[in-house]
């Protein structure tokens, strides 16, 4: 299977902030790849860079094949690629139903193939059926997150960019939303580009991983490998 998305050494400021540094990186079609890393290592500037969110200084990034290096996002979400931002970022004040509404507005395949997207989401995430008339901002933290991960794939995506989707939930859920996206990308066919900082979770589901310091990409390889090599069991999985 090819090449979904290709990151080539791309490097991204903030001002005189070096926060990217020749970072590289591929995912192939039907893979999730992780990226893990401790809070400030750049997980989510990479993620915007992608999503047309950042400027690049300097590198490439090709989504099947093509450079999306200066697309709008908008742009980007319409050729299939969509971006499930941290910290859950849902509208409040609109009802459950809405907020997935939002996300299928860039489409133009119609109102039959955006209903059978609705059914799709509500039989992934039973959830958010029986909450579907309510305020998104009276839904749980774990809900919240399960609205977020529906909306993304309202866009109907090919690849869908999770980024640190655990955050903030107990350990009960961050299972429960670990199992959802297993499922998007087994059951539903969409490749997977989780952003974590809860490795250990995050290598048990991904198929390889990269582990990003200060901006650098330190370490790649499987996902197992990752997880039983002794500088990430040390510095990422609480080994001694
Ligand atoms: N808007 C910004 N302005 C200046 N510096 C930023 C901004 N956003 C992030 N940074 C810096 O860039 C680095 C990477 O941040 P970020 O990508 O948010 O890391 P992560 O998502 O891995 O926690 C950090 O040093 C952070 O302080
Ligand atoms: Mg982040």
Same mark, same amino acid.
């Given at each position: 299977?090819?090449?979904?998305?290709?990151?080539?050494?791309?490097?991204?400021?903030?001002?005189?902030?070096?926060?990217?540094?020749?970072?590289? $990186?591929?995912?192939? +079609?039907?893979?999730?790849?992780? /990226?893990?890393?401790?809070?400030?290592?750049? %997980?989510?500037?990479?993620?915007?860079?992608?999503?047309? *969110?950042?400027?690049?200084?300097?590198?490439?990034?090709?989504?099947?094949?093509?450079?999306?290096?200066?697309?709008?996002?908008?742009?980007?979400?319409?050729?299939?690629?969509?971006?499930?931002?941290?910290?859950?970022?849902? $509208?409040?004040?609109?009802?459950?139903?809405?907020?997935?509404?939002?996300?299928?507005?860039?489409?133009?395949?119609?109102?039959?193939?955006?209903?059978?997207?609705? =059914?799709?989401? $509500?039989?992934?995430?039973?959830?958010?059926?029986?909450?579907?008339?309510?305020?998104?901002?009276?839904?749980?933290?774990? +809900?919240?997150?399960?609205?977020?991960?529906?909306?993304?794939? /309202?866009?109907?995506?090919? /690849?869908?960019?999770? =980024?640190?989707?655990? /955050?903030?939930?107990?350990?009960? *859920?961050?299972?429960?939303?670990?199992?959802?996206?297993?499922?998007?990308? %087994? %059951?539903?066919?969409?490749?997977?580009?989780?952003?974590?900082?809860?490795?250990?979770?995050? *290598?048990?589901?991904?198929?390889?991983?990269?582990?990003?310091?200060?901006?650098?990409?330190?370490?790649?390889?499987?996902?197992?490998?990752?997880?039983?090599?002794?500088?990430?069991?040390?510095?990422?999985?609480?080994?001694?």
């Amino acid at each position: 299977m090819g090449e979904l998305l290709k990151v080539n050494q791309i490097n991204v400021y903030y001002g005189s902030i070096h926060a990217i540094k020749d970072v590289s $990186f591929h995912v192939d +079609e039907g893979e999730i790849v992780t /990226m893990i890393g401790a809070n400030g290592a750049g %997980k989510t500037t990479t993620m915007h860079a992608i999503s047309g *969110l950042l400027k690049l200084g300097s590198g490439e990034i090709l989504y099947e094949g093509k450079t999306i290096s200066r697309m709008d996002p908008h742009k980007i979400v319409q050729l299939g690629l969509a971006q499930c931002p941290e910290g859950r970022r849902v $509208f409040s004040g609109l009802t459950v139903q809405d907020n997935l509404e939002m996300g299928a507005y860039t489409r133009k395949d119609g109102r039959d193939a955006i209903e059978d997207d609705f =059914d799709m989401v $509500f039989d992934l995430l039973p959830r958010l059926k029986e909450r579907r008339n309510q305020p998104a901002g009276t839904l749980s933290g774990g +809900e919240q997150q399960m609205l977020a991960i529906g909306r993304a794939l /309202m866009c109907k995506p090919r /690849m869908l960019l999770l =980024d640190e989707p655990s /955050m903030g939930l107990s350990p009960l *859920l961050v299972k429960e939303i670990f199992r959802i996206i297993e499922s998007v990308n %087994k %059951k539903n066919g969409v490749t997977v580009l989780l952003v974590e900082q809860n490795a250990k979770m995050a *290598l048990n589901i991904a198929d390889r991983g990269y582990v990003l310091e200060t901006g650098n990409v330190k370490m790649e390889g499987a996902a197992h490998e990752l997880a039983d090599n002794p500088d990430v069991r040390k510095a990422y999985l609480g080994a001694k």
